[in-house]
């Protein structure tokens, strides 16, 4: 079974404070995302990435930037954290650019305080 | 740009009864559909899909029809079981030259069924 796994699945932070979330897939997907989910909302897109060192904005990218420097892992990375970015955080994976079946983790819930 | 409409929920059902989850969508090119699942305390886990007008998408009891004309992706269970208490989520994914495989959500529409 492919498996997604996210680092935490809670985090309690400081306003001002960075914030790395990192996830790691185990099946030598090339693609990965980073989704965050509000009520009513749904799911939106923040970054992807589709190679190793290699990035692209989804919907939402302000105040988030990402690394990929292996295949397997993809990190988000809140500068400063604000209360806004109050969330669950959603990683996911496929297999290759055009594949669409899509693999998530657990789930991180961040809180900002 | 790509978008997704759920019907308002959440939705209470009792054990045994008809379930329909609407979903309506727009999109620029000829989209693949989705619909995911998220139970409890978990991640998201694909329940089934749909690449092309007409094809029908059925797991676990579930079905959709992919509708080009109406646009529409409907979710529908025939008896729905309290296991079956979950958010459900419908998706597209445009499979465009630089969009590639991701998805766009709709709002999730929470199902609880009751004993």
């Known amino acids: 079974d492919v498996k997604v796994t996210q680092s935490s699945r809670y985090l309690v932070k400081r306003t001002g404070e960075k914030v790395f979330l990192e996830c790691v897939q185990d099946?030598?997907?090339?693609?990965m995302f980073w989704y965050r989910q509000d009520p009513g909302l749904g799911l939106r897109l923040i970054y992807f990435s589709y190679d190793v060192k290699m990035k692209e904005k989804g919907d939402i990218p302000e105040g988030y930037s990402v690394s990929r420097e292996k295949k397997e892992r993809f990190s988000l990375i809140l500068e400063s954290a604000s209360t806004n970015q109050t969330s669950m955080y959603l990683c996911a994976s496929t297999k290759r650019r055009w594949e669409t079946e899509a693999f998530f983790g657990q789930g991180t819930r961040l809180t900002v305080v | 740009g790509d978008s997704v409409t759920q019907m308002e929920g959440p939705v209470t059902l009792s054990e045994e009864a008809f379930l329909t989850i609407n979903c309506t969508y727009t999109?620029?090119?000829?989209?693949?559909l989705f619909w995911y699942v998220q139970y409890p305390g978990e991640g998201l886990q694909l329940l089934l899909k749909?690449?092309?007008?007409?094809d029908k998408g059925s797991n676990k009891g579930f079905e959709a029809t992919y509708r080009k004309e109406t646009t529409s992706f409907h979710l529908e269970k025939g008896s729905v079981q309290v296991s079956d208490s979950a958010v459900y989520f419908c998706a597209l994914s445009d499979r465009g030259e630089t969009s590639g495989s991701r998805l766009t959500f709709g709002e999730g529409t929470q199902l609880t069924v009751n004993p």
């Open positions: 749909a690449t092309k007008a007409d």
């Open positions: 999109a620029t090119g000829y989209p693949s």
């Open positions: 099946m030598d997907h090339e693609n």
